[in-house]
């Protein structure tokens, strides 16, 4: 009889045991898919890398990458984006989620083995669909006007991959870095797709004596 109820009892025990670690995991699972769901679909944080956007942005800071907006509307000229340098990203709810995912795990792995792929890069629109941009004289010329950018670094030379004048398309923005001496930028990649486009960086919260919207 005592041995039927230690059987009991351990089984009691067991079941308890399993209940509490299956809790523990979905709490797990859901707090990872909550995260990822804010990551990919709302926003995230993103850290600066290299001298491109110089003097807006500089080495190490950090800024908040506003995603949600783009689902709605789409980038205009002046906003400073986030963007996918390599191709467009399918978009979606799940396909966010499992895009930020494979982000994470890409950055975790390039941590270990020190290799460091700039798949997303910091730029400023310069132009949108229907406008027409020149480069010339180390200035840009939008729709027939040269621009005066109090912003940048430096003159902005033409490269050899486009030709201008150049009349950007449909569902196509042309991007600038503000150090334009030391920019990969729509010079050397070419027009942007919006599904390249991941975000639009609102805010730079690093270091704190920065802290400042982007506007």
């Known amino acids: 009889m005592k041995s039927n109820l230690f059987v009991s009892h351990q089984k009691r ?35 600066i890398k290299g001298q491109s956007m110089e003097p807006t942005f500089y080495e190490d800071e950090r800024v908040i ?13 002046n906003q400073i984006v986030i963007i996918n340098r390599y191709e467009g990203q399918e978009r979606g709810i799940v396909k966010n989620i499992i895009n930020e995912g494979k982000d994470i795990i890409t950055n975790i792995l390039n941590k270990f083995t020190n290799n ?3 798949k997303y890069i910091i730029k400023r629109v310069i132009g949108v ?13 939008l729709n027939g006007h040269k621009l005066e950018e109090d912003y940048i670094k430096g ?8 030709g201008y004048p150049l009349t950007i398309p ?6 600038l870095g503000d150090n334009r001496e030391h920019s990969l930028d729509s010079r050397d990649l070419g027009l942007i797709d919006y599904s390249q486009v991941k975000g639009k960086v609102t805010f730079r919260i690093w270091p704190l004596k920065s802290i400042s919207k982007v506007s």
């Open 170 to 175: 449909e569902d196509k923005v042309f991007v």
């Open 116 to 118: 460091i792929d700039e």
């Open 65 to 77: 990458n506003y995603k949600l907006g783009y689902n709605f509307t789409a980038p205009k000229r």
């Open 155 to 162: 003159n902005t030379f033409a490269r050899e991959d486009l």
């Open 13 to 47: 025990r067991r079941n308890v045991f399993i209940r509490e670690v299956i809790s523990w995991l979905t709490t797990i699972i859901l707090t990872i898919i909550i995260a990822l769901f804010i990551s990919g679909n709302i926003f995230s944080l993103t850290g």
């Open 129 to 141: 669909p229907g406008d027409i941009i020149d480069i010339k004289d180390g200035d840009v010329y």
